[in-house]
């Protein structure tokens, strides 16, 4: 099993660009979601989805769309970047019940906002 | 509505000697309980589990934790580190039946030669 890969490790954008963070897990994981880490304040929770075809707000939810079409994938959206929204981001997956909702994280992406 | 609070920021400590990273959480309800563990550059991963039953719980690496439903704590000690043992570590809280996991702020633990 690959486990939780994310994609592009790093990207540079410029403010008011648009682009998708790619996140795919082959654990047949119902639970999938996306959290921003920024020094000092921990890993904030974006959006989050339940299973294919359902998601649900985060803490911090604004500039940032999602969707799940399959269960394997929750790409981010970035709509038009802003300089705030540098930071690294997390995806992770994890069973809905019986594991205590143990997350499994991919290895983040760094996105710098110019 | 539940949180977590890890107080500490950074703790140094010597190689060989013990360290305590302290977590607070806040719930209403009963919870799960998690200390994460991220290397510089890695994503996290998990390092021990507090589901239920015994309240100390170990990690393969020996690190512990108990569960103390009193002082809503879930402490991590480990009796001697090791220079591999310098990372940041995120205590995490979830609400039993709820799927949201709420993460504390970090602790860089820094492990002194």
């Known amino acids: 099993n690959a486990g939780v890969t994310q994609t592009p490790k790093f990207q540079v954008l410029k403010t008011g660009q648009s682009m998708t963070l790619q996140c795919a897990q082959d654990?047949?994981?119902?639970?999938m979601s996306w959290y921003r880490q920024d020094p000092g304040m921990g890993l904030r929770l974006i959006h989050y989805?339940?299973?294919?075809?359902?998601?649900d707000q985060g803490e911090v939810p604004n500039g940032y769309n999602v969707s799940r079409s399959t269960t394997e994938d929750f790409p981010l959206r970035l709509l038009s970047a802003a300089p705030s929204q540098t930071s690294v981001y997390f995806c992770?997956?994890?069973?809905?019940?019986?594991?205590?909702?143990?997350?499994?994280f991919g290895p983040g992406t760094r996105l710098t906002v110019t | 509505a539940q949180s977590v609070t890890q107080l500490d920021s950074q703790v140094p400590v010597f190689e060989e000697a013990p360290v305590e990273l302290r977590c607070n959480y806040s719930?209403?309800?009963?919870?799960?309980l998690f200390w994460y563990v991220q290397y510089p550059n890695q994503g996290l991963q998990l390092l021990l589990k507090?589901?239920?039953?015994?309240?100390l719980v170990e990690s393969i690496n020996g690190f512990e934790a108990e569960f103390n439903k009193s002082q809503t704590s879930f402490h991590l000690r480990k009796p001697s580190v090791h220079i591999s043992d310098t990372a940041e570590y995120f205590c995490?809280?979830?609400?039993?039946?709820?799927?949201?996991?709420?993460f504390g702020t970090g602790t860089k633990l820094q492990v002194i030669p």
């Open positions: 654990m047949n994981h119902e639970y």
């Open positions: 995490a809280v979830s609400e039993r039946g709820y799927q949201k996991v709420t």
């Open positions: 507090y589901l239920s039953g015994s309240t």
């Open positions: 989805s339940v299973g294919a075809g359902i998601t």
């Open positions: 719930s209403s309800v009963s919870v799960y």
């Open positions: 992770a997956s994890s069973y809905s019940s019986g594991q205590g909702h143990e997350q499994y």
